[in-house]
């Protein structure tokens, strides 16, 4: 079998270096391309015929996990690592096939980097509890909770705008607006925005 062709993506150009050099233990993964956060995600995955992306979301993943939304309709394989669970919601929201903490050692990396371009999803068991909330769970079980500007920009959704009309009514970034939606997916547990909406007016967060 091939070695895995992985493309990794990180703001700082130190973690991506150390997480080069940390795959370069596996004989199993290759690494591709190295790019930062704000490079063109789609155009290096397809230049380097990579097979899985390795998403790095840093110490602060508010700006990162901005940019994995921006990639998710493309449908990329990608794993992102985090560095505690307070993201894990919003990077599954994002559109991530894998979460692993930062501090994954390489041999099971390498397996979960493998694992994803296989089209398999892979969680961490330290950060499924908060990436994954119970569906059928009763409707007065608290979610993690929503900041205010994300219960600002679920009653929009709860109106039916687009991203575009509501990042103008609340006047803040498209792309910001991009990252709340996927935070309230996430949190939620739903896979559309319809699901969301529907799942919060179930509990309490907001009146239909």
Do not use: Y
């Not at 980097?113 to 999803?121: D, F, I, N, Q, Y």
């Not at 609340?170 to 997916?185: G, Q, R």
């Amino acid at each position: 079998m091939d070695p895995v062709r992985v493309l990794i993506v990180a703001d700082d150009a130190i973690a991506r270096a150390g997480l080069a050099a940390l795959l370069a233990e596996q004989p199993d993964c290759v690494v591709a391309a190295q790019i930062g956060g704000d490079d063109d995600v789609a155009e290096a995955f397809e230049a380097a015929q990579a097979d899985v992306i390795l998403w790095d979301l840093g110490w602060n993943g508010e700006g990162p996990l901005e940019h994995l939304a921006e990639v998710r309709e493309l449908n990329l394989p990608v794993t992102v690592l985090l560095a505690g669970t307070d993201d894990a919601g919003a990077a599954l929201g994002g559109g991530a096939r894998g979460l692993l903490l930062r501090t994954t050692e390489s041999g099971p990396l390498a397996a979960a980097l493998a694992a994803v371009a296989s089209g398999l999803t892979v969680l961490d068991p330290v950060l499924s509890a908060g990436a994954l909330p119970e569906r059928d769970a009763p409707a007065d079980q608290p979610v993690e909770e929503l900041t205010p500007r994300e219960r600002q920009v679920l009653q929009q959704l709860a109106d039916g705008l687009p991203n575009r009309a509501i990042a103008e009514r609340l006047t803040i970034s498209e792309h910001t607006v991009k990252f709340h939606v996927n935070a309230i997916m996430g949190k939620l547990g739903a896979r559309t925005r319809t699901e969301a909406v529907t799942r919060a007016a179930r509990l309490g967060l907001l009146i239909l």
